[in-house]
């Protein structure tokens, strides 16, 4: 059986052959420890897992010394978080984060509200935008830290970091962002965006599974304590212990150094072949709406609300053809609408109906007109099945 179209590249992308073909000395022959240090086995893991640091720092311009290896972007968004909270809690109480971002952020808010931190949830705009003067209000003399994603995940729009991250320096206070939509895919920059710490995940990026980084400043105005959240052999500078995953390790660098490389062209393909999709669906359908942002989304993302048509029975009518989701992989066995939809202000009728399109670097334009005719075709047919049509009076 030929598989569906895969456009659910937000959930996550398949390894490049080329991170592959890295990995695989050190998943048989180069099999040593990063850590040992008295013969040639442990010598060459470690020389692998600072060209990958290496390529990891160079994709969002940091220094090497600032990247921390870790099992993945939820590890990395845990480690930031309880990590500044742990070591910073003399200093204040209070974290200031949004209602759109992945659950990795927001669980992780929730225990530290069982702790006695103080969260507070700025609202974002029918865009998906925090603005940034609303942060600049949140902000008090027990504020610690801003946790702001770079990209959604679901929407894929664009947050307006550099603005935040100059509040957040002029206050002294520390700012974290969760940049696994948007890292190989626009220019991310440390320095530009002022961030200290920001998580990125290796399979979002044609990387491996289970492995991740997180990005801690070491340099400028402030140089950032963590308190680990795994204890043992005092690996990664004593902020992440464990025996490093070298494999991973070096698909993550590889994946970061591929990246880099097709950025520019790929992104400019993407944009194109969304805009087709696009173009294509909204200039044969009525009433469809679109989510997010119209210009600041990351290349690779679609997100449509299609009126008196509900995700499930369009998702599950378009199984054979393409595969998609309706919003994050980690929510959709619920059948509320997604949270990120509803954050944004889309109005009820509407919000079952949001589905996400993923782009990603194996799409074809040849894909992108299947998917157009499939998509008209039923959603066509599930319109003409709903007894009676709601009228909708707005959308964006
Ligand atoms: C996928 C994702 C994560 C989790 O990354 P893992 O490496 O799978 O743990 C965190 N944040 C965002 C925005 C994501 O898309």
């Known amino acids: ?106 669980d992780t808010c929730h225990f530290l509200e069982q702790q006695g931190f103080e969260i507070t949830y700025l609202p974002v705009d029918r865009t998906g935008r925090v603005n940034p003067d609303d942060v600049r209000n949140a902000i008090t003399p027990q504020t610690i830290l801003v946790s702001i994603m770079h990209v959604n995940s679901e929407i894929g729009t664009i947050a307006p970091l550099a603005e935040i991250g100059a509040i957040t320096r002029e206050h002294g206070v ?50 950032i304590r963590l308190e680990p959240i795994v204890h043992g052999g005092g690996h990664e500078r004593g902020m992440r212990s464990g025996t490093l995953n070298v494999p991973g390790i070096v698909g993550l660098g590889k994946a970061c150094g591929i990246g880099h490389d097709l950025m520019p062209e790929e992104s400019v393909r993407l944009g194109r072949l969304r805009q087709r999709l696009y173009k294509g669906l909204t200039s044969r359908l009525d009433d469809v709406y679109l989510n997010g942002h119209p210009e600041l989304r990351v290349p690779g993302n679609l997100n449509l609300c299609f009126a008196r048509v509900q995700d499930e029975s369009l998702l599950l009518s378009l199984k054979d053809i393409v595969a998609l989701s309706a919003g994050s992989a980690c929510t959709s066995e619920s059948h509320e609408p997604s949270y990120v939809i509803q954050a944004i202000g889309v109005e009820p009728s509407l919000a079952h109906s949001a589905i996400r399109f993923g782009l990603g670097r194996h799409t074809t334009e040849a894909q992108i007109d299947t998917v157009i005719d499939a998509v008209v075709e039923k959603v066509e047919r599930l319109r003409a099945l709903a007894p009676s049509p709601t009228p909708v009076t707005s959308g964006s």
């Open 174 to 223: 520390l700012f974290h962002s969760d940049a696994v939509q948007s890292v190989g895919k626009i220019p991310v920059d440390v320095d530009a965006l002022q961030v200290d710490l920001l998580s990125i995940s290796g399979h979002k990026i044609y990387g491996p599974k289970g492995v991740g980084a997180l990005y801690v400043r070491q340099t400028g105005p402030q140089r």
């Open 1 to 106: 059986m030929q598989r569906p179209i895969y456009l659910d590249h937000h959930a996550t992308t398949p390894l490049d052959v080329a991170v592959l073909d890295a990995m695989m000395p050190y998943l048989t022959d180069a099999f040593g420890n990063a850590a040992s240090k008295t013969h040639p086995y442990g010598w060459e893991a470690e020389e692998a897992v600072e060209t990958a640091r290496a390529q990891v720092a160079g994709l969002i311009h940091a220094d090497p010394e600032e990247i921390v290896f870790t099992s993945g972007a939820t590890e990395s968004d845990n480690l930031a978080l309880k990590g500044v909270a742990m070591a910073y809690r003399d200093r204040g109480h209070h974290l200031i984060t949004s209602p759109t971002e992945h659950k990795a952020i927001l």
